[in-house]
């Protein structure tokens, strides 16, 4: 719990209170409260986490909330206008934890320390308040700090612009010094901030378009607005080109007005959130349009990319593909996981990295065992480019860089395909660095530099002589003490220390009389004279005290010197070892797929051109892992073939393309399992991963979507159906030939006949207007009929057995139409009450045989069955529907439309030959 600064003692060098020394009611403000109140109004939208000695203090409506949303004690203090002052406070030792439950919760925060030391302010006077000022704005997007970071997961910050109609976002990962820009139209917004789950999104102010936060809240980002001019694209311009030191961001490659301008809002919220400090940026990467797979936020979900449903990271693919052991590896797995290449040349040089990692066991388990040993170097860098580092972020780039050279001296003995030697070479070149950090640092040096004892002995001698009269001046005291002794020639001669004289020389007052005299007396100057003891000092003596007394303070300025000399010294090199930390990255990614596609028995997948398709004994990734963990039964394997042109198939020469197809089969048979597999296998491919299968042919998939019979929204206030449907419309609106499509049950939020008329249309759709390879899953059995009228689509069912009644799943995808559902014997495995169950079949017999009979029939004879039966005879009839519910026939609208006074008799006539006509029948 934080204590709170009230007690002298919690604040000892700190000034008054806020208004402490207010006369209560006169409305006088302090000068401290004047400071306070100034620095509060320009951070209006921050808890100001205003510096007292020890502990932050946070005060008025800022104390309010704050003591609320971390549950500690809200205090009074002094008055402010006749008000008083609500104050809380958190300690400066563990106030990060409090920060990071406070950004958590959506605040955001200003720090605002004491830039002077108390004793400073004293000086001028006894009244003057110690100087203060914010010197960074905490915000979501701009955390450094390990503790406040999830380790294996990037944390950025976005920003988005738009110039002249153009959008493009900007991501940065301060913590990483990561910075990529894409053109990003205002529709095209929405995926890609599922795709890169940010933090904080900045928006201009001048959009003011709620439409827009809405859009960034359901990212799970926080809608920060910036002022108009922090986009203006010139001023942005002169921004990135200062922060780079280039003479124009030309050198970076071309970028559009629109990515500049959302590159510079970026920077410039970095400098105002860190206070002009410019973070270690790496020059911006612009991602080519087209380049990454485009899956939109449902689809992500769907699949449960890098999130599982329940909002974890467990049960996700990205959990279940994880083998690396660095956390740099893991952000760089997720990322590619999260944006699936489009360009084949990308994907298979990542494969062939992969390959030979395969190839050599023995070389990929080194590399592995090296890794572990890396410490994490991005964010050690990024903290130090901020003035935010320590030793150990010093300690952590010596050792990161000299696993890479080792790592590097491996590799170069290899003969190994172009990403790997690309590897290598970003890892060597490092040791001049390394070596300077070996010899200045000691092996485990403190976190922080303040704790002294970070810089290794025998470094620089002022610090090696302050740090032995630190912690040995008793020692040498008593070296000079014998070395007298001779001088005297006085053996009694002993040196003392006591409060009031410092160190001094004590002899009796018998052996004092020489050194009282020449030439003793030179060297030894008279103190005091007590009874039967003469006390001297020398110059050499007081001048030893003086550094004894200062060694400790000398010995930590010294250590802070050479810390400073050596970050600017790792600021210097700070391009090349953040290659460094990414090819270690890389190496990670590429050894944890290795050891992965070995341990799974997965296969390399081809990439192709066209649009092929074939997948021969796929797998669920994660399905399969889980069954395994369970030790039960063993996934079955299974065929797919999409390939959408002729002579792309599996299948005989001259067999028409198939794209879509259409499955059907009982409840859980595997069916989601199956759609989802093949999808994730076209992800894994593309991300360059080995994937899932006996072997994997695809041609590139540029769009990827899935949806399934959707969960309700309540939060949007959208029913289960309406989402669907808003979501089935994006895929049948946006889908090009390039698309993989999933749709699971799509149409069973609603009616029967409306659903499966929706189901049947969508179908049409993918088949005719949007041409892409789909699978489509349905329990509307009705719809395979349409397989003989569509030629490019399949039947395909999961296999079944009855077996006494019980069914048993054999998950096999098979051809053909599955011939009924077995919902009823599904609902008896979950375990309905048996009367339940029984009851069903008798109703599915009856509404079975109703539908062979004809339309009406059914419906009669289950009304009969229901009567028959007293526990539902039981239940009152529904009180029949309002008539204006109902909607009217054509029948009954066209009757209604017609006006009899005006018809004539042959009129009237055909009018009932119309209506007998609508009403069917023979
Ligand atoms: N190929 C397979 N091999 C082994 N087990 C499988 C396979 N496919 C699915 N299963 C098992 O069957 C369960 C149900 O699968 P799934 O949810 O895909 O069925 P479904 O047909 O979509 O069901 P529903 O229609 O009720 O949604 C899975 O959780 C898994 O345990």
Redesign the pocket.
């Known amino acids: 719990m934080a204590r709170h600064a009230q007690d002298p003692a919690a604040a000892p060098q700190a000034d008054p209170a806020p208004a402490a020394a207010a006369p209560a009611d006169t409305g006088a403000v302090t000068p401290m409260m004047a400071q306070y109140l100034e620095i509060k109004g320009r951070y209006p939208d921050a808890l100001l986490f205003y510096r007292m000695g020890d502990f932050y203090e946070l005060f008025f409506d800022d104390a309010v909330s704050a003591a609320a949303a971390l549950d500690i004690a809200l205090t009074k203090r002094g008055k402010h206008l006749g008000q008083d002052i609500a104050m809380c406070g958190v300690p400066v030792h563990s106030h990060e934890n409090y920060l990071l439950q406070l950004i958590r919760k959506g605040f955001r925060v200003a720090v605002c320390e004491q830039l002077e030391d108390p004793a400073e302010a004293r000086k001028r006077g006894s009244k003057s308040v110690v100087k203060r000022d914010v010197t960074r704005l905490v915000t979501p997007g701009t955390l450094t700090e390990d503790a406040l970071l999830d380790a294996r997961r990037h944390n950025y910050l976005a920003a988005w612009a738009e110039i002249r109609g153009e959008g493009a976002l900007a991501w940065l990962d301060l913590s990483t010094g990561d910075f990529h820009v894409a053109d990003c139209p205002r529709a095209g917004l929405g995926p890609l901030l599922a795709r890169l789950a940010p933090s904080e999104v900045l928006v201009s102010e001048a959009a003011e378009d709620p439409a827009l936060t809405e859009l960034i809240e359901e990212a799970g980002a926080a809608a920060t607005p910036l002022a108009r001019a922090a986009w203006d694209s010139e001023g942005a311009r002169l921004r990135l080109e200062t922060l780079f030191a280039v003479k124009a961001l030309d050198a970076f490659g071309g970028f559009s007005r629109a990515q500049v301008a959302a590159m510079g809002g970026a920077i410039a919220y970095v400098e105002l959130t860190q206070r002009g400090r410019l973070p270690l940026v790496r020059p911006p990467m612009a991602e080519a349009p087209g380049g990454t797979m485009r899956i939109d936020a449902a689809t992500r979900r769907n699949l449960e990319l890098t999130r599982s449903m329940s909002g974890g990271r467990d049960g996700s693919l990205l959990a279940a593909v994880d083998r690396s052991v660095t956390a740099a590896g893991a952000r760089l797995l997720e990322a590619r996981l999260a944006s699936p290449s489009t360009d084949r040349a990308e994907i298979a040089d990542r494969l062939d990295a992969v390959a030979a990692l395969i190839a050599d066991r023995r070389l990929a388990e080194d590399i592995r065992a090296a890794l572990r040993r890396a410490p994490e170097m991005e964010r050690a860098l990024s903290r130090l480019g901020l003035g935010r580092g320590g030793p150990r972020d010093l300690a952590a780039i010596r050792d990161g860089l000299a696993q890479g050279a080792s790592l590097a001296d491996r590799l170069g003995a290899e003969d190994l395909p172009p990403r790997l030697t690309g590897v290598a070479s970003a890892l060597e070149g490092h040791d001049a660095l390394t070596e300077r950090l070996e010899t200045a640092l000691v092996a485990e040096p403190p976190l922080l530099i303040r704790d002294g004892g970070a810089v290794a002995a025998g470094l620089d001698p002022e610090l090696d002589e302050a740090r032995e009269l630190r912690d040995h001046g008793r020692g040498v005291i008593a070296g000079l003490q014998s070395g007298y002794a001779e001088t005297a020639g006085v053996n009694a001669l002993k040196i003392k220390h006591n409060n009031v004289l410092g160190y001094f020389i004590e002899t009796s007052a018998l052996h004092a009389e020489r050194m009282l005299k020449p030439p003793l007396s030179e060297t030894f100057i008279h103190r005091q004279t007590l009874a039967n003891a003469v006390r001297f000092t020398t110059v050499e003596l007081s001048d030893l005290e003086a550094r004894i007394l200062n060694a400790g303070a000398r010995a930590l300025e010294a250590e802070k010197k050479i810390f400073e000399a050596l970050c600017a010294e790792v600021l210097e090199a700070a391009p090349a070892v953040a290659r460094a930390a990414k090819a270690l990255a890389e190496l990670d990614l590429a050894a944890g797929l290795a050891q992965l596609a070995v341990e799974q028995d997965w296969t390399r997948p081809v990439l192709e051109a066209g649009r092929a398709f074939v997948i021969e004994g796929g797998?669920?990734p994660v399905?399969?892992q889980?069954?395994r963990r369970q030790g039960g039964?063993?996934?079955?394997?299974?065929d797919c073939d999409l390939s959408a042109e002729p002579g792309e198939g599996a299948g005989e020469a001259g067999e028409p393309p198939r794209p879509v197809w259409l499955l059907t089969?009982?409840?859980?048979?595997?069916?989601?399992?199956?759609?989802?597999?093949n999808a994730l296998i076209a992800v894994l491919a593309q991300m360059g991963a080995y994937v899932p299968a006996a072997s994997a042919r695809i041609g590139v998939v540029d769009q990827l979507f899935s949806r399934v019979g959707a969960a309700d929204d309540l939060a949007r206030g959208r029913s289960t159906f309406m989402v669907e449907m808003v979501e089935t419309a994006a895929i049948l609106n946006q889908a090009g030939p390039g698309a993989l499509v999933i749709l699971?049950?799509i149409g069973r939020g609603t009616a029967t006949y409306d659903g499966l008329s929706i189901a049947w249309a969508t179908l049409e759709h993918l088949h005719e207007s949007n041409r892409c390879r789909a699978l489509f899953?349905t329990?509307y059995h009705e719809l395979t009929a349409l397989a003989d009228r569509l030629p490019g689509l399949r039947n395909a069912t999961?296999a079944v057995r009855e077996w006494e009644g019980d069914v048993v799943?054999l998950?096999?995808v098979r051809a053909g139409a599955a011939d009924r559902s077995y919902g009823v014997q599904?609902a008896r495995l979950a375990g309905l009450p048996v009367s339940v169950v029984e009851r069903a079949r008798t109703v599915l017999e009856a509404l079975e045989e109703g539908d062979r009979q004809g339309a009406g029939g059914g419906g009669a004879r289950a009304k009969a069955l229901i009567d028959d039966l007293p526990l539902f005879a039981a239940v009152p009839a529904p009180a029949p529907r309002a008539p204006a519910e109902a909607a009217p026939s054509k029948l009954e609208a066209r009757l209604r439309e017609a006006a009899p006074d005006e018809l004539t008799p042959r009129a009237a006539l055909d009018l009932v030959y119309e209506l007998r006509a609508m009403l069917g029948g023979d």
């Open positions: 797998r669920h399905v399969e889980a069954l039964q063993a996934f079955v394997p299974n089969g009982p409840n859980m048979a595997g069916k989601s399992t199956f759609l989802r597999q699971d049950e899953a329990h999961m799943f998950h096999e599904v």
